[in-house]
T-cell receptor, first 115, second 113 residues
Framework: DTGVSQDPRHKITKRGQNVTFRCDPISEHNRLYWYRQTLGQGPEFLTYFQNEAQLEKSRLLSDRFSAERPKGSFSTLEIQRTEQGDSAMYLC?????????????FGPGTRLTVL | DQQVKQNSPSLSVQEGRISILNCDYTNSMFDYFLWYKKYPAEGPTFLISISSIKDKNEDGRFTVFLNKSAKHLSLHIVPSQPGDSAVYFCAASAHGSARQLTFGSGTQLTVLP
């Protein structure tokens, strides 16, 4: 399978714990995005990488959220000191560079539940 | 401030008939529009897209229409099939380095056999 993969698919944690999610994009895609989706809403943009450079991170929800893409391949999203309001689906997407616009291909998501 | 709006949370259509899903946007900087389909417990799946230089794009049973003056787009599915039952999201991106997507809140389509 050559699509976007995410791990884990589900994560249950207690409030105050740290969690880390992984995303493996489509191999030839140099753009990688993280989104968050809550119930009844569409995905909400969090951050963006072009290769290993994080070019947009102003939409990260707080300083408890951080993301990395160390070698321009896989990416991780970390949430420190989780809160119940962090419970959501976290989606990763990748695309190839295109000056006009291009489709983003999404992974299956990681469902986070904070107790 | 929702920049992309899908005002119909749900739509039911008989199998074989046309499904029309609507989307409105407010940001004039958007120049690329996409439709995604989402099943429960899965990520969104890309369906079809359209650039702002066009007013129609067709792919099999799916056609997207763009009316820039009205800041409105629609997705037509003809004929509708029970397997089309899913949540449909409209998304838009603006010119710029990130090209992040701004999504509407989705429309649940149910195709009745």
């Amino acid at each position: 399978d050559t699509g976007v993969s995410q791990d884990p698919r589900h994560k249950i944690t207690k409030r105050g714990q740290n969690v880390t999610f992984r995303c493996d994009p489509i191999s030839e895609h140099n753009r990688l995005y993280w989104y968050r989706q809550t119930l009844g809403q569409g995905p909400e943009f969090l951050t963006y990488f072009q290769n290993e450079a994080q070019l947009e991170k102003s939409r990260l929800l707080s300083d408890r959220f951080s993301a990395e893409r160390p070698k321009g391949s896989f990416s991780t999203l970390e949430i420190q000191r989780t809160e119940q309001g962090d419970s959501a689906m976290y989606l990763c997407a990748s695309s190839s560079m295109d000056s006009l616009g291009s489709e983003q291909f999404f992974g299956p998501g990681t469902r986070l539940t904070v107790l | 401030d929702q920049q992309v709006k899908q005002n119909s949370p749900s739509l039911s259509v008989q199998e074989g008939r046309i499904s029309i899903l609507n989307c409105d946007y407010t940001n004039s900087m958007f120049d690329y529009f996409l439709w995604y389909k989402k099943y429960p417990a899965e990520g969104p799946t890309f369906l079809i897209s359209i650039s702002s230089i066009k007013d129609k794009n067709e792919d099999g049973r799916f056609t997207v229409f763009l009316n820039k003056s009205a800041k409105h787009l629609s997705l037509h599915i003809v004929p509708s099939q029970p397997g089309d039952s899913a949540v449909y999201f409209c998304a838009a991106s603006a010119h710029g380095s990130a090209r992040q997507l701004t999504f509407g809140s989705g429309t649940q389509l149910t195709v009745l056999p």
